[in-house]
Every structure is written in C-alpha cells, then in structure tokens.
C-alpha cells in the first residue's frame, strides 16, 4: 500500500471514528495489571488477585495454561497455581490480551457467534506465535531480540480491528463479510466498503491506548511485514503464525479467503520454502492447537 493510499485510508477512518458514540477506554482491570512493574513474589500475588475479579478472564488463563502450547500434564486447578506455573509475563500479557478483547463483546449477544471466531483465532495466533518464535530462534538470530511473552500479546491483539468493525459498524462488516463470501479478499472487501481495513483501524486503537509501538505496528502490518524496514519483527512472526493458524482452519471470519503469504517473509527469515513448510508440518503435527478452548 502506497502512504498516499495509507493517508487516504486514515482520513476515511477518522470520519468513521466521529460516527462512535462512546470510544472503549482502556479497561480498568489492564491499568491495574500495567502497574505492576515487574515479576517479585508481591506483584505475583497482586496479579491473581486483579485478575480473579474478572471470573472470565480468570478462566481464559487457566484454560490457557492447561493447553498443550505449555506442555503440562497435570492441569491447574486455579488461578495461582496457573500464573504459577506458566509465569508472571506470560500470563500478565496473556491477561491484557483478554481484557482488550472484552471491550467489544456485544451484551445483547447478537454478534456472538462472529466475536467468539475472532477471539478463538486471535488467541490461537499470539500462543502459536510463541511456538513459532521457539522453533526459529536457535537458528536465527534476528529473533533474539523478540520476546515471547511480549509476542502473544501482539498476536492476541493483532486482529482487534475486526473486533471494532463487528462491535461498532455491524451493517457495513456484513457487507464485508458478502463480499468475501462472493470470492473478494477481504482486505479489498474493507476498503471497498470502509476505505480503509481492519490493519488501519486495529492499529489506530492500539496508539489510542498507549500500548506498545510493537502492538501498533504488529496491528498495522500483520498482512505486509515486509513495509517494516527492520526486517524481523513481531509483526512478521505474527504474520507467520496467522497463516498457520488459518491453515488449521481457524480463520478470524466466516467466508475469508485463503491467506496470502508475504513472499518477503522467505528473506525475512532467511529461509527456503521448504523449509517454511516442515516448521509449519511440525507444529501441526504436534497438534498445539488441541484443546486450547
């Protein structure tokens, strides 16, 4: 996408975003958790005990923890023994993940069905892009510098514009959502529709919030880590583990097309194809989607 096309797009988001009657404010129970500035024995008890207002959230966690993505065969029976075993950040970003997520639930329930699909997906990406990260590192070493409990949470949040699209402009998602069915792309569905995509106004949310610049651009650049000039990059491992996950059939939407892979990400990684296609075999193969809700 071209910045007169990018500039465009924001102009035509900022006229959608006057149309909301009240934007979602961070949540209380993520500034709580942001808070808390580092993983001592106090701010592990702190975080249960914020976490454990919020009963959904709480069994998010566990059900996370009992997933095979941390390799445990007893399950955790709550919610310390959880944070516990699979650690403060992990479960702290895993936490914020959720918390955001929340916002754009419908209470009347009416749209259900397609939040509880981008949910399911956007959760399946930030622990699969974990996985990923783990796999790649020994033999790459532009994924040092990446963090693996930061990684989930820009893979949690990565889709959190279609999240706004469903909660906020229900009638032109479904219009989307047709168009995809009759065979369009999405992305091209959203312009055509929004003038811009779920990429402009997840991103645009994220800078709202004050999250991390990884979060923004992992949000922004999801589908295209290649406009990312620093090569390797959260955003790029993200991307890796979405099509991986949509090829499990998890996609975040009903009727989206097959995803198109960023043929930059060969040179990104500095990997051959094949090679690509053995990591994702293997993951699959280990089935760490499995029982994960």
Partial sequence: MSETTRVKNREALQSQIKKIPMLPTIPVIAQDILMLADNSATSLSRLVNIIETDPAISLRIISVSNSVFFGFRQPSASLAEAVSRIGFDYVK?????????????????????????????SMAVGLTSRVLLQRMKPWLTGLQSLRSDELIINGILHDVGYLIM??????????VLELAHGGMPMLSAEERVFEFNHCDIGSWMAEEWSLPESVVLTARYHHAPSLLENGVSYAAVVHLADSLVDECNMKAVDNESSYVLDSACYDIFDIEEYKLKQLKSLIMEEEVLQDLF
């Fill in 166 to 175: 469903n909660r906020f402009f229900s009638p032109q998602f479904n219009e």
């Fill in 93 to 121: 970003n895993i936490a914020l993940g959720v918390s955001f997520m929340t916002l754009f639930r419908d209470v009347n329930k009416k749209d259900a069905p397609i939040y509880d699909k981008i949910y399911r997906h």
